[in-house]
């Protein structure tokens, strides 16, 4: 298996280097390819991957080809290339809000595509990625796609018709749960503690917490019922919280998410 990018940016950067890292291919059998050439220069000295000066030169090389781009430049590079290179390969694309159905109108007839929806966090290997594929794509082909992206997190494969709901949960989460640790950290501040230090306490505080749901499999709720005694400090804080509709304003924030994704992918 070869894998070629178009585009070196920082999702592509955290894809080779989780691949690279996980020896899922050789060094040299991943190519990038960007209009920044300092982008492919700094990966293949520090990850040893293969540039192309191209990507119709890429095309020449690769068996799945990732669109790491922008949803707007992603189509116009796509069309413009020969139908002819895409023979026996697989597009996948990472753009957010760009549709199955957009991309194949930018690729020859019956083209496998795979659309994926990662977020930041595969930057630390920890990303939640959203995965589903038109009607041409092998099971074989859909395995291997899948270990790519399992070298930088959990894929997830869903109906398309999730995908707004997942950008509003995984993609865009991330700086909701950025801001609630801020949040928390100035709280600490108001009353007396170093921010730095703040910070890094309320983010342990948060991994942690994310690791229990995740590893015990318990509901949220019994856990915070674990945590809060009678009468304590716990229950004070979360009658606070709810008094001012803490849940019903995540809820809002979501649904606000959700509805600019479609109305930005045109649904």
């Known amino acids: 298996m070869k894998i070629g990018f178009i585009g070196a940016g920082k999702m592509a950067t955290a894809l080779v280097n989780g691949i690279v890292s ?3 291919v050789p060094s040299n059998d ?9 982008a492919t220069a700094k990966l293949k000295q520090e990850l040893n991957v293969s540039v192309a000066d191209s990507v119709e030169n890429m095309l020449s090389k690769v068996d799945i080809v990732i669109t790491a781009v922008g949803p707007k430049v992603a189509p116009q590079i796509l069309s413009g ?12 694309s990472i753009a957010a809000g760009l549709q199955l159905d957009t991309l194949a109108a930018a690729l020859p007839v019956k083209t496998p595509i795979v ?9 630390v290997g920890e990303a939640a990625i959203a995965l589903c594929t038109n009607d041409y794509v092998e099971d074989s082909v859909k395995a291997d796609v899948k270990k790519i992206f399992e070298s930088v997190g959990t894929v997830y494969e869903l109906p398309e018709s ?12 991330p700086a909701y749960a950025y801001l609630f640790i801020d949040s928390i950290a100035r709280g600490a ?14 983010a342990e505080a948060v991994l942690g917490s994310a690791k229990m749901i995740k590893e015990t499999g318990e509901e949220p ?14 229950v004070a804080g979360l009658v606070e919280l709810e008094d001012n509709a803490f849940i019903s ?7 606000a998410t959700i509805n600019k994704d479609k109305e930005l992918s045109g649904k």
Do not use: C, H, Y
């Open 249 to 255: 304003t995540v809820i809002k924030g979501i649904d």
């Open 115 to 123: 659309r994926i929806m990662p977020n930041i966090n595969a930057v």
């Open 30 to 38: 991943v190519f990038v390819t960007d209009i920044n050439a300092d």
């Open 221 to 234: 709720w019994t856990l915070i019922n674990n945590v809060s005694s009678p009468g304590g400090t716990t």
């Open 189 to 202: 501040v108001k009353n007396g503690m170093n921010k730095d230090l703040a910070t890094k306490i309320a």
């Open 162 to 173: 999730q995908f707004s709901i997942f950008t509003a949960i995984s993609g865009s989460s």
């Open 81 to 92: 290339i020969k139908d002819e290179l895409f023979k026996d390969k697989t597009v996948v």
């Open 22 to 24: 996980s020896k899922l």
